[in-house]
């Protein structure tokens, strides 16, 4: 008896393949050995997809000036510009610029006068729901209160 041959191969859709297509749903076909660069958005600070980030920076403008104007006009701030890319050597130095990215992301939080922590500027009043002259939230890496034992 001779050899059996494998079943003709088949894409997703059931169609059978000609020798030497490739079908892109075929699970052992090798896959890319890294994922896309990450780039930082520098409005929101968020992470996105070298090619996903200019679908999000126009929404994450918008929502940015939609959450400026509700703030008092004395609390206004102008609206972020994206820092320049870092370049060295003539190349772009992409992890540079995302490093840059993220600190203008950082230096648009806005600061509680209470406790002097650091908040999105549409966080801010949900955090100011419980943080209070009165009573202020801790700030971050301060060591936790002792408790008076009475």
Sequence with gaps: SGKQSLPAMKTRTGQKLVKGEKDNFN???PRASKP???????????QFGSKSIDIHLPQCLKKWHAENDKLPK?????????PEDVVVGGVVDREATNEAHWKSSQGLMLECEHCGRRFKEDRLPVHQRSCTA?????????????RVKK
């Design 134 to 146: 009165d009573s202020p939230a801790k700030r971050l890496g301060s060591k936790s209160r002792e």
């Design 27 to 29: 699970p052992t076909q």
């Design 74 to 82: 004395n609390q206004r701030r102008p609206p972020p510009t994206k």
């Design 36 to 46: 896309s660069p990450t780039v930082f958005c520098y409005i929101c600070g968020r």
